[in-house]
T-cell receptor, first 115, second 109 residues
Framework: DTAVSQTPKYLVTQMGNDKSIKCEQNLGHDTMYWYKQDSKKFLKIMFSYNNKELIINETVPNRFSPKSPDKAHLNLHINSLELGDSAVYFC??????????????FGEGSWLTVV | GQNIDQPTEMTATEGAIVQINCTYQTSGFNGLFWYQQHAGEAPTFLSYNVLDGLEEKGRFSSFLSRSKGYSYLLLKELQMKDSASYLCAVSQAGTALIFGKGTTLSVSS
């Protein structure tokens, strides 16, 4: 049983393209997240949604647009991809809201390479 | 704001004990997590401390001192499979989980 699943796992694309990463969780959690992990392995929050509502947007360029059609899905669309967008993007979910002390469960990650 | 510090790298040998320290400065503290991340994989939950003291779970233990802004993860009877990055993360009221930069542990035979 996959708890948090995201697709695609690997994505290689050219600069300037637009791409999407999809995420779904079957844990019944209210809160979903997108984290970015750069080449130095630093894991940084990008967005947080609670019951389809955007809660956190951490100074991410507006080329990144999250969309949550329902509380089990949080997709990430990236416009006009740049070389610096190359990273691993992790989707995650937790039962409660931000800062509630609830454990966050991560998806397998999506390795994005922009060439 | 928040500031989380942990060593970048550590090495140890099989069977040994290693302690990975984490210090943090934050407001609205709501607990501290440790995650393990093997290369090429997702972070997985190891432990959660919200009260002062030691939490033991098999070979792994985690300690928290809120007054000192300090935590450590203790790994006993090290095995090769424990080679991974260990991420300290702070839960702060009103924000998502904030991660430190991780400690890469290399276990050798």
């Amino acid at each position: 049983d996959t708890a948090v699943s995201q697709t695609p796992k690997y994505l290689v694309t050219q600069m300037g393209n637009d791409k999407s990463i999809k995420c779904e969780q079957n844990l019944g959690h209210d809160t979903m997240y997108w984290y970015k992990q750069d080449s130095k392995k630093f894991l940084k929050i990008m967005f947080s949604y609670n019951n389809k509502e955007l809660i956190i947007n951490e100074t991410v360029p507006n080329r990144f647009s999250p969309k949550s059609p329902d509380k089990a899905h949080l997709n990430l669309h990236i416009n006009s991809l740049e070389l610096g967008d190359s990273a691993v993007y992790f989707c995650a979910s937790s039962p409660g809201g931000q800062g509630s002390g609830n454990t966050i469960y991560f998806g397998e990650g999506s390795w994005l390479t922009v060439v | 704001g928040q500031n989380i510090d942990q060593p970048t790298e550590m090495t140890a040998t099989e069977g040994a004990i290693v302690q990975i320290n984490c210090t943090y400065q934050t407001s609205g503290f709501n607990g501290l997590f440790w995650y393990q991340q093997h290369a090429g994989e997702a972070p997985t939950f190891l432990s959660y401390n919200v009260l002062d003291g030691l939490e033991e779970k098999g070979r792994f233990s985690s300690f928290l001192s809120r007054s000192k802004g300090y935590s450590y993860l203790l790994l006993k009877e090290l095995q090769m499979k424990d080679s991974a990055s260990y991420l300290c993360a702070v839960s702060q009221a009103g924000t998502a989980l904030i991660f430190g930069k991780g400690t890469t542990l290399s276990v050798s035979s």
